[in-house]
């Protein structure tokens, strides 16, 4: 019998989500575990390529990008189906891209992001935003990414986690490029705890050891657990329950919170060696990239069908 064939569509965008229009070469590339089943240069943002269709796990394809001056993309699994076209969505950035940071004002679109950056005790909280991100672009864009993957995430209820029932108080002298720390209240322990049950998130063993804290500022974690849904840049809920605080929400309600850490692992594990094999550049042992963090949790939506698409309020060119 003739071997059946799918269609896998390949469509390129920049780092504004915005179809790819840029002048450079692309070059395509399709691969199995083993071999390159297709390369193709292109000069646009979408290229169908016809692939075999065989049984899994033989049909996990990774799908891979690069273009000079550009940072490599790529996606996997990408699964052919026989006589049916599969969207493959990367998204191109250059090398020497930087993020564009919204206004304070425009986040009145995201209330849910607006409170968490609001909360606190300063009485001017648009003045505190703006210091920092004049003063670490990559870490508010650290925040407002990993904060965005938050308020994407959906709790037993339904609610998300940046729902006004949970109080965050985002500690900004302790922002990091990968990562953001804030108290949060202590109720949200138990509820990201009972996502295990139904194989939502997966607890991590030892916390302590790879999230130490801060010394002089935030203790060992005490619990922690990842969520499971994508192959990449699952939300991570670290907790440090040794560190406690009364908090103040906005009505002046008092909130006993504990320390959160939350932030994003590039992979879910090494079964994506799909792409550790031929992303190189994300591999160089330095800390987790905000852009990388950025770029492929757009991907990893788009690849699940995500509804709606993952759009935090920063941009990147």
């Not at 193709?40 to 990008?65: C, D, H, M, Q």
């Not at 790529?74 to 969505?89: C, H, K, L, N, T």
């Not at 210091?131 to 990993?146: K, M, N, Q």
């Not at 908090?247 to 994506?272: F, H, I, N, Q, T």
Request: with cysteine; hydrophobic share 40%.
């Amino acid at each position: 019998m003739p071997e059946q064939t799918g269609t896998i569509r390949i469509r390129l965008f920049d780092g504004a989500r915005e179809p790819y229009s840029g002048k450079a070469s692309v070059l395509v590339r399709v691969r199995d575990r083993t071999r390159e089943l297709a390369s193709k240069s292109i000069a646009g943002s979408t290229v169908r390529l016809t692939l075999p269709v065989r049984e899994p796990p033989n049909n996990f394809y990774s799908v891979i990008v690069h273009a000079d001056g550009f940072r490599d993309a790529g996606v996997y699994p990408v699964e052919p189906r026989a006589g049916q076209i599969v969207d493959a969505d990367l998204m191109l950035v250059r090398n020497d891209a930087v993020f564009h940071l919204p206004k304070y004002r425009s986040l009145e679109n995201d209330p849910l992001l607006r409170q968490l950056v609001a909360n606190g005790r300063s009485k001017r909280p648009a003045a505190r935003y703006q210091r920092a991100a004049d003063r670490s672009p990559a870490s508010v864009a650290a925040l407002l990414t990993i904060g965005t993957a938050v308020r994407d995430f959906r709790l037993a209820d339904g609610k998300s986690p940046l729902d006004a029932s949970y109080y965050w108080e985002v500690r900004w002298n302790l922002l990091q490029p990968d990562r953001f720390w804030a108290w949060v209240d202590k109720r949200l322990v138990d509820e990201i705890k009972n996502l295990q049950a139904v194989g939502a998130v997966a607890e991590e063993q030892d916390p302590a050891h790879w999230h130490p804290g801060i010394p002089g500022r935030v203790k060992p974690a005490t619990r922690s657990w990842k969520q499971v849904r994508f192959d990449v840049s699952n939300v991570q809920f670290t907790f440090h329950e040794q560190d406690t605080k009364t908090c103040k929400d906005a009505d002046g309600r008092s909130v006993e919170c504990v320390v959160v850490e939350p932030d994003m692992d590039l992979y879910r594990d090494l079964g994506a060696h799909g792409l550790l094999e031929v992303v190189p550049n994300l591999l160089t042992g330095n800390k987790t990239n905000a852009l990388d963090i950025y770029r492929l949790r757009w991907m990893a939506t788009r690849q699940e069908g995500v509804q709606p698409d993952f759009a935090p309020p920063v941009t990147v060119a």
